[in-house]
């Protein structure tokens, strides 16, 4: 049996699109739509999770990698994930999932 992980990059969190302190183009977010409902999604922009964003960034930024390649290689890597499904909407995100693959993890 494996996992297949579903939403990696938690809808666009760990891609580095959204960050403390920083405004994103709201009227281009799909989350945009989903202001003012109780959608799961809305709750991962809390302090704990934009702390570790904080973190990915900087691991990202050591690797010399983006911010969602490591999160996609890292889940990629995990013991039992059998395959990941991504969401990309765009050529250069398609391009940094597969780049994902292109590397071992070293954490």
């Known amino acids: 049996m494996g996992i297949m992980a579903w939403a ?3 809808n666009g969190l760990l891609s580095g699109k ?3 302190g920083q405004d994103s183009d709201a009227s281009a977010s799909r989350l ?14 809390s ?4 702390a570790i964003v904080a ?24 013991p039992g994930v059998a395959s990941v499904i991504v969401g990309a909407t ?17 954490f």
Not at 90 to 106: G, H, V
């Open 32 to 45: 945009e739509v989903l202001k003012g409902s109780n959608h799961p999604a809305l709750t991962t922009f």
């Open 8 to 10: 990696p990059l938690a």
């Open 47 to 50: 302090a704990r999770n934009l």
């Open 18 to 20: 959204y960050r403390a």
């Open 55 to 78: 973190e990915l960034e900087a691991v990202a930024k050591q690797l010399s990698r983006s911010m969602a390649e490591v999160a996609l290689n890292w889940v990629a890597n995990r």
């Open 90 to 106: 765009k050529l250069t995100q398609l391009a940094q999932n597969i780049a994902a693959l292109s590397f071992r993890d070293s």
